[in-house]
């Protein structure tokens, strides 16, 4: 069974497009997060969610917005990609919220997006 | 602003050949440090959290060990499978604040 689940694996497209990355995790977590690693292989946070609600939104163009249906699931879609969106995107969880966080985050296989 | 820089970038050693990897970092007040493996094509996996300087945490060839400006990754006797990207991550001390990774240490290990 996987813990924290990212589709698509892989995502190419053209400038302009839009298109979203879905994650569902089954560990019963309260908060979910979306990471994006550039080509230097660092982790970025982007948005972190705590039972649906919103409590991290970092300097993200507003062409990305996460969506949160409920709380085992957070969305992330992203409205007229650039060349610079390409980067591997992923999806955490973690039991607790920030503030009592052990610092373990779950983390998916990640969503490979190449914009061309 | 807060910081997490790793050293070195990459490391290539014999299997049996220990070393170190670096993680220096620049927060006003820590709350955690954290150290995560990452294969290719994987989302990178928990391996320890620290709180405060001299505390150390150990599991099978790998010790983490943390200072007030650095933390180090001890790998002893390593094998082929402790091939992989080490990231080293700190949380700041207030609350509900973000987690930091550093880009990563590069190890591979030479049957």
């Known amino acids: 069974d996987t813990a924290v689940s990212q589709t698509p694996k892989y995502l190419v497209t053209q400038m302009g497009n839009d298109k979203s990355i879905k994650c569902e995790q089954n560990l019963g977590h309260d908060t979910m997060y979306w990471y994006k690693q550039d080509s230097k292989k660092f982790l970025k946070i982007m948005f972190s969610y705590n039972n649906k609600e919103l409590i991290i939104n970092e300097t993200v163009p507003n062409r990305f917005s996460p969506k949160s249906p409920d709380k085992a699931h957070l969305n992330l879609h992203i409205n007229s990609l650039e060349l610079g969106d390409s980067a591997v995107y992923f999806c955490?969880?973690?039991?607790?919220?920030?503030?009592?966080?052990?610092?373990?985050?779950?983390f998916g296989e990640g969503s490979r997006l190449t914009v061309l | 602003e807060d910081q997490v820089t790793q050293s070195p970038e990459a490391l290539r050693l014999q299997e049996g050949e220990s070393s170190s990897l670096n993680c220096s970092y620049t927060?006003?007040?820590?709350?955690?440090l954290f150290w995560y493996r990452q294969d290719p094509g994987k989302g990178p996996e928990f391996l320890f959290t620290?709180?405060?300087a001299g505390e150390e945490k150990e599991k099978e060839r790998l010790k983490a060990t943390l200072t007030k400006k650095e933390s180090f990754l001890h790998i002893t006797a390593p094998k082929p499978e402790d091939s992989a990207t080490y990231l080293c991550?700190?949380?700041?001390?207030?609350?509900?604040?973000?987690?930091?990774f550093g880009s990563g240490t590069r190890l591979s290990i030479r049957p």
């Open positions: 620290l709180y405060s």
């Open positions: 955490a969880s973690s039991h607790l919220g920030l503030a009592e966080n052990t610092g373990e985050l779950f």
């Open positions: 991550a700190v949380q700041e001390g207030s609350s509900a604040s973000k987690i930091i």
């Open positions: 927060v006003s007040g820590l709350r955690g």
